[in-house]
């Protein structure tokens, strides 16, 4: 006669850790389409861009020299304090208090 049994904590470990994963290809994935999409926006209107002028300069400029990589690293902070959540949450799940 089969027998049910509970899940051992190997089993609920690898759930917790196949969970883990599957949020942080998620946030991956999700970054790299803002990444590109901001990417792709700036490169493709920066005709219709340079008609807009900031202190004498064409808007597309500042982006090209700044906007783009403050936006980069808005997109790094991001990913980062993120990560260090799910992390905390999954050790938090393990057991492995901080």
């Known amino acids: 006669m089969d027998s049910i049994h509970a899940p051992s904590s190997a089993d609920a470990g690898h ?31 920066a005709r219709a861009l340079d008609q807009v002028h900031l202190f004498g300069w064409p808007v597309s400029f500042y982006m090209a020299a700044q906007g783009m990589m403050l936006i980069y690293l808005a997109i790094v902070v991001y990913y980062m304090r993120r990560m260090r959540r799910l992390e905390q949450q999954f050790h938090q799940e393990q057991g492995h208090g901080e």
Do not use: D, K, N, Q
């Open 15 to 45: 759930a917790g850790s196949h969970r883990h994963w599957r949020h942080t290809r998620r946030l991956t994935a999700w970054l790299l389409a803002i990444w590109f999409l901001s990417t792709f926006f700036f490169l493709y209107f």
